[in-house]
Nanobody
Framework: QVQLVESGGGLVQPGGSLRLSCAAS????????MGWYRQAPGKQRELAAV???????NYADSVKGRFSITRDNAKNTGYLQMNSLKPEDTAVYYC???????????????WGQGTQVTVSS
């Protein structure tokens, strides 16, 4: 079973930066897509950024030009670099991975435990 471990959240002042990491562990799997979602208090979870196995990226309009999603395929790890943070970026950020198991087994989707990002002065 693939498990995700997130890190890098915390408290930062407006205009500051944070980098989130998401490490996938397990055996015999490949990653098709890795995404970062976020959920602010009282709001629905929303997609912030996603990157495919081919390196194609997509961003929510609210984070374009400020956030950058990358991945290290050799380490099965993804990153979300967040710059010029705003108070409205405050949320719990969740890593999501869609992948497949080698040998023709079923695809899978799994979530990280979430990491809190707070942007406040």
């Amino acid at each position: 079973q693939v498990q995700l471990v997130e890190s890098g959240g915390g408290l930062v002042q407006p205009g500051g930066s944070l980098r989130l990491s998401c490490a996938a562990s397990g055996s015999g799997f490949g990653i098709l897509r890795m995404g970062w979602y976020r959920q602010a208090p009282g709001k629905q979870r929303e997609l912030a950024a996603v990157i495919t196995s081919r390196g194609t990226t997509n961003y929510a309009d609210s984070v374009k030009g400020r956030f950058s999603i990358t991945r290290d395929n050799a380490k099965n790890t993804g990153y979300l670099q967040m710059n010029s943070l705003k108070p409205e970026d405050t949320a719990v950020y969740y890593c999501n991975v869609r992948g497949y198991y080698f040998g023709g087994m079923a695809d899978f989707e799994t979530w990280g435990q979430g990491t809190q990002v707070t942007v406040s002065s």
